[in-house]
């Protein structure tokens, strides 16, 4: 896999996530994603 398909890949499932997060309000909810978010991040940061 290259660097610009596994860009494209975070974009996805960062803006997936967003569109998560807008439709739940839930506070509860709201930390899960933002917890599920930081923990791709970690991930893809190592790659």
Do not use: P, W
């Amino acid at each position: 896999m290259t660097k610009i398909d596994s860009n494209i890949i975070i974009f996805l499932m960062i803006k997936a996530l967003c569109e998560i997060y807008t439709a739940v309000d839930d506070h509860f909810s709201k930390q899960l994603v933002t917890i599920s978010v930081n923990t791709i991040g970690l991930v893809f940061k190592r790659y």
